[in-house]
């Protein structure tokens, strides 16, 4: 079975950049995964924030940006706000009409 | 604007059937992808599977030969049943809308709290 990886967490100083990674347990990702990335404060619904690999969610400020780097997906965030401090999840498509997320990430600033 | 709401019980017996309803206002049950997704107290997201307009349907391969994702056009609604759960199956149960075209999970409903118990 296939299974996405994530950071389980990561800390950022306002106003600093930090990159989250998803990846593959075997493989590598590309954007034949078409990545998408979502945020989650506790008791919220998902928020989609990035979907297509790099394509922002209407309303997403463009602080937020996605990517492939070397071998995973990655969400950047630039410029980071107090209020960025949530849950990440990236999900990607793995083929035959399947996606899986990753185990989420757990970003704190401070 | 799309709404989704998810409705069902929030209590439902070990070994018994999970289903829930989620209601799609603002918008047309049609052209779209239709998602279960659930999330486990104090756990990350999972993908349980989703029905196309049409009907077709595909699952997670952990859940496939449990679940059951259906949709009623008329009523521009679809539904989620989960058979034999046990308390692993305890979670808050998100229907979502996924748009094939622009490959965006773009509308979430709130969410609904199932709990596993006798």
């Known amino acids: 079975q296939t299974l996405v990886t994530q950071e389980p967490s990561f800390s950022v100083s306002p106003g600093g950049t930090v990159t989250l990674t998803c990846g593959l347990s075997?493989?590598?990702?590309?954007?034949?995964?078409?990545p998408s990335w979502f945020q989650q404060t506790p008791g919220q619904a998902p928020r989609t924030l990035i979907y297509n690999t790099n394509t922002h969610s209407s309303g997403v400020p463009d602080r937020f940006s996605g990517s492939i780097l070397g071998n995973k997906a990655a969400l950047t965030i630039t410029g980071a706000q107090a209020d960025d401090e949530s849950n990440y999840y990236c999900?990607?498509?793995?083929?035959?009409?399947?996606?899986?997320f990753g185990g989420g990430t757990k970003l704190t600033v401070l | 604007q799309v709404q989704l709401q998810e409705s069902g019980p929030g209590l439902v017996k070990p070994s018994d059937t999970l289903s829930l309803t989620c209601t799609v206002s603002?918008?047309?049950?049609?052209?779209?992808?239709w998602s279960w997704i659930r999330q486990a107290p104090g756990k990350g997201l999972e993908w349980i599977g989703y029905?196309?307009?049409?009907?077709?349907?595909n699952y997670s391969p952990s859940l496939r030969s449990r679940v059951t994702i259906s949709v009623d056009r008329p009523k521009n609604q679809f539904s989620l049943e989960l058979k034999s759960v046990t308390a692993a199956d305890a979670a808050v149960y998100y229907c979502a809308r996924y748009d094939g075209d622009w490959l965006l999970f773009d509308y979430w409903g709130q969410g609904s709290l199932v709990t596993v118990s006798s």
């Open positions: 029905v196309y307009y049409s009907g077709t349907t």
């Open positions: 603002g918008g047309h049950i049609t052209g779209y992808y």
């Open positions: 999900v990607l498509y793995v083929g035959g009409g399947i996606w899986v």
């Open positions: 075997s493989g590598s990702v590309s954007t034949s995964y078409y």
